[in-house]
């Protein structure tokens, strides 16, 4: 047991809008330094249960307990108030005695907001800025953050991470960013219809302790209604699936990313490679030397490239730096000042680009996949039922007759994503994807990412989602300079070396020098890795002929006996796959380190 007595505490806390449970019997603490994430699925009361904990929402039952004099900060879902009014006059008055105006004026710098702009013309996304400086500046002991890092660019993001880390007071975190989670949290929270569950760790442990509490739960409503085995199952399937589509991802993206490096060979330049080819089947974009300005602002300086068929290329650069513009160009939507852009002739281009433009607000999630009529949807050519298509994007049948200006934000794109992604292409392009998309959504997106077979151009925050989803980053690097990295985000960063300050030359050298002494596979160690995705493949057979035998619903009534062995059995063969893919990537992480320092 914790002996600091908590800052604050729910006993027994339940609350319901309508019918609908939101928290049942919950109880937590909260004590000083904490760092916990909340997560659940979209909808289950996370944003909910924050405004519980900060004390403006009242419960049906339960209580709440405070540390007196506790000051409590939080960031949800509110928009600054649209006053005429400075951002900077606004903030001061929250900003505490001891603190001087430049801190503010430093916060708003990161958060690339401009200190004298009036709060009636700012956009969403700079609103909810100015109230995440508003939630930092007033040194609150206890922070409750409600997707911070919407509308933030990665620099911002990683400054955000950096400030958080030395935040003195507890922090409780809602975020669909894995990376920003596993980085920060140190205990989790799962709200779960209505339950909250509690794991004394952080981020990186909760999907395999969630898997194991869904095959524990599935197990004991074996013999209650069919309708709750089928929201188990609904569960289920977003959680332990989960490990296996992203050991499939990762293979797959390995070892394009080996093949790539292979064949383009050193990285450094502006474009993938400089020799000539003809426009064929296998090249999609060829850009040389491309050149745009706005306002005399370079956005895309003497740019050059090769896009193959196949390739799934990841932009990422600071907010207003240029990534809408470069993709307008590559697709000829814009014309270059300077340079030539060429396409193929066969393009079929499916575009996201989250402005919601396509959507009749008036229609429902049905009526807009189905715009003939009728209950199917084309999907990649293929028909299938309009409502089996929607629940594969998380929609129930309540919410696929409800119209679109009921929907939320996260629902809308989630709708929008259904749509483009049923449409036959050879090129996608995602702009900002990832915004107001929880966990599971991400999940459903890389898992129909995975098996696209043409080729992709994303812009991405999310520095997960970049590492699951790219062989090669386009990196906006300043003045409208953009290099070409091969991987995902965290290759990225292994080979984005920043230019030091002149105080930091002479600790150059040592980081050139380090990949050298990078280890080369042992014998032992090369035999093991040509095994083992046999050995994986076998292991994944196995456990899908138990699945499919624990999938008759009357094997427990027949049998409770040989049923708790085949599930004892699959949790074994589970838990024996998970560290063979763990030392699969492991050891072909290795290799490609090693490889990557011979090329240095």
């Not at 604050?8 to 309508?18: C, E, K, S, V």
């Not at 370079?298 to 290329?313: A, E, M, Q, T, Y």
């Not at 575009?351 to 607000?361: A, G, H, I």
């Not at 997960?464 to 003045?479: K, P, Q």
Request: with cysteine.
């Amino acid at each position: 047991m914790n002996a600091i007595p908590p800052l604050l505490t729910l006993n027994h806390a339940q609350l319901t809008f309508g019918a609908r449970v939101i928290l049942e019997d919950v109880s937590l603490s909260l004590f000083p330094r904490d760092r916990v994430c909340l997560v659940g699925r979209n909808g289950s009361g996370k944003s909910t249960l924050l405004k519980v904990l900060a004390g403006t929402l009242e419960l049906d039952k339960g209580e709440r307990f405070i540390k007196p004099g506790l000051k409590v900060g939080i960031l949800d879902q509110t928009l600054a108030p649209s006053q005429p009014i400075s951002i900077f006059d606004y903030l001061k008055t929250e900003l505490p005695k001891d603190l001087e105006d430049y801190v503010l004026e430093e916060i708003l710098s990161h958060l690339k907001l401009t200190p004298q702009r009036l709060l009636s013309t700012l956009s969403g996304g700079r609103s909810r800025r100015v109230m995440l400086a508003k939630a930092l500046i007033g040194k609150p002991d206890l922070l409750l953050l409600d997707e911070p890092t919407n509308h933030l660019d990665l620099a911002t993001i990683e400054w955000l991470e950096e400030i958080l880390k030395a935040y003195t007071g507890a922090i409780l975190m809602i975020s669909h960013d894995r990376t920003f989670l596993s980085k920060l949290s140190q205990r989790t929270f799962w709200l779960d219809r209505g339950e909250l569950r509690t794991l004394e760790k952080g981020f990186p442990f909760f999907e395999e302790w969630a898997e194991d509490i869904v095959e524990h739960e599935i197990r004991t409503q074996e013999k209650l209604s069919q309708k709750i085995a089928q929201e188990t199952e609904w569960l289920h399937r977003g959680v332990t699936a989960r490990r296996r589509r992203n050991m499939g991802r990762l293979r797959n993206l390995l070892s394009l990313r080996q093949e790539k490096r292979q064949h383009q060979g050193p990285q450094g330049g502006v474009s993938f490679t400089t020799q000539e080819a003809p426009m064929g089947s296998k090249l999609v974009i060829e850009a040389k030397h491309v050149f745009k300005s706005f306002n005399t602002k370079p956005l895309v300086k003497d740019f050059s490239c090769r896009i193959l068929r196949g390739d799934r290329i990841g932009i990422i650069g600071p907010n207003g730096s240029g990534k809408t513009t470069l993709i307008k160009l590559l697709i000829g939507e814009n014309t270059p000042d300077q340079g030539h852009i060429r396409r193929a002739k066969n393009l079929d281009l499916a575009v996201f680009d989250q402005t919601q433009s396509s959507l009749d607000l008036e229609l429902n999630p049905w009526q807009t996949l189905c715009e003939q009529g009728g209950d199917q949807v084309l999907v990649q050519g293929e028909p299938r039922h309009v409502m089996g298509y929607l629940q594969d994007f998380l929609f129930d049948r309540k919410q696929a007759l409800t119209p679109l200006k009921n929907l939320s934000g996260g629902e809308k794109n989630r709708l929008l994503l259904a749509k483009i992604l049923a449409k036959p292409s050879n090129l996608l392009v995602l702009d900002e994807p990832t915004n107001d998309l929880d966990m599971e959504t991400l999940d459903l997106l890389q898992e129909y990412l995975a098996e696209y077979q043409g080729t992709l151009i994303l812009v991405s925050h999310d520095r997960d989602f970049l590492d699951r989803t790219s062989t090669h980053i386009l990196a906006f690097e300043g003045e409208g300079h953009i290099q070409m990295y091969v991987g995902g985000y965290t290759d990225y960063a292994t080979q984005h070396v920043p230019p030091p300050p002149p105080k930091c030359e002479k600790k150059k050298e040592p980081s050139i020098e380090k990949p050298k002494t990078r280890e080369k596979l042992s014998y032992k160690e090369v035999r093991e890795l040509s095994l083992l995705p046999q050995e994986i493949e076998k292991l994944s057979e196995d456990i899908q002929k138990l699945e499919d035998v624990l999938a008759d619903a009357t094997f427990y009534q027949r049998d409770p006996k040989s049923f708790d062995k085949a599930i004892t059995q699959l949790q074994e063969i589970r838990h024996t796959l998970h560290h063979k893919e763990e030392r699969w990537l492991e050891l072909l992480v290795k290799e490609e380190e090693f490889e990557k320092g011979l090329q240095l």
